[in-house]
Every structure is written in structure tokens, then in C-alpha cells.
């Protein structure tokens, strides 16, 4: 069963910026096949998809995120980022990075968060006014 564990969150005021990592562990395939993506969520509302990564490297954004947030992959690592930037309070929650193999031939899931079948811990943001 694939392993996800985030680091990286914590408070910073608005305009400010922070790097989420995602250290990923017990791939049963290379890590290089899996979609991977970041997910938000704050009490009471419902879960965000924030941006997501597939094989080759196709990217997608929340149009909230999208000119300040880019999600990457370290292959070597098997980790996951999400620089942020000009951080908002509206980009305040837990982060969660998620991840599915990728079947060939088949686009990864959107950002609608069904489809992904590993989860992390989550890790907090606070951004404050």
C-alpha cells in the first residue's frame, strides 16, 4: 500500500509563500506511472482539488490557484511539491497529497478527488490577513 506523508505547512501572512512536499514510499510500480495531486479542505466546507501531475508531466490548477501555484515531482525523491505563492487567506486548510497508478493510455483522475486511491496525513496552512 503506497505511503504519503506531507511536510512543509505552517502560518504565513497574506502576500507570503511556502513549499508543501509529499514523500511517497511503497510504489509497487515506478513512481514516475502515478498521478499525483494536492487536495485542500477546510471544516465545514467540501474538499478542493488544487493541482494535479500525471506522467508526463501534464499539469492542472484550480483557476484559485492557477499563476501562484506550481506542482512538481522529484523522481529521485518520490516526492511531490506544490510551491506556493502570494499566498491569500482563501488558501487557508489542510493540504493532502493524493496518488493513483496511472493505466496506460488513460488520463489521470480531475480535480474532483474521486478516482485517487492514496492519501496522506494532510499538512496545515494558515494564512493570515
Known amino acids: 500500500q503506497v505511503q504519503l506523508a506531507e511536510f512543509g505547512g505552517g502560518s504565513v501572512q497574506a502576500g507570503g509563500s511556502l513549499r508543501l512536499s509529499c514523500a511517497g514510499s511503497?510504489?509497487?510500480?515506478?513512481?514516475?506511472?502515478?498521478?499525483m495531486a494536492w487536495f485542500r479542505q477546510v471544516p465545514g466546507k467540501e474538499r478542493e482539488g488544487v493541482a494535479s501531475i500525471d506522467e508526463a508531466e501534464n499539469t492542472a490548477y484550480a483557476d484559485s490557484v492557477k499563476g501562484r501555484f506550481t506542482i512538481s515531482k522529484d523522481y529521485a525523491k518520490n516526492t511531490l511539491y506544490l510551491q506556493m505563492m502570494s499566498l491569500i487567506p482563501e488558501d487557508t486548510g489542510m493540504y493532502y497529497c493524493?496518488?493513483?497508478?496511472?493505466?496506460?493510455?488513460?488520463?489521470?483522475?480531475?480535480?474532483?478527488?474521486?478516482?485517487?486511491?492514496?492519501w496522506g496525513q494532510g499538512t496545515q496552512v494558515t494564512v493570515s490577513s
Open positions: 493524493a496518488s493513483v497508478y496511472q493505466v496506460l493510455g488513460m488520463s489521470c483522475p480531475n480535480l474532483g478527488g474521486y478516482g485517487y486511491s492514496s
Open positions: 511503497r510504489f509497487s510500480r515506478p513512481y514516475s506511472r502515478y498521478c
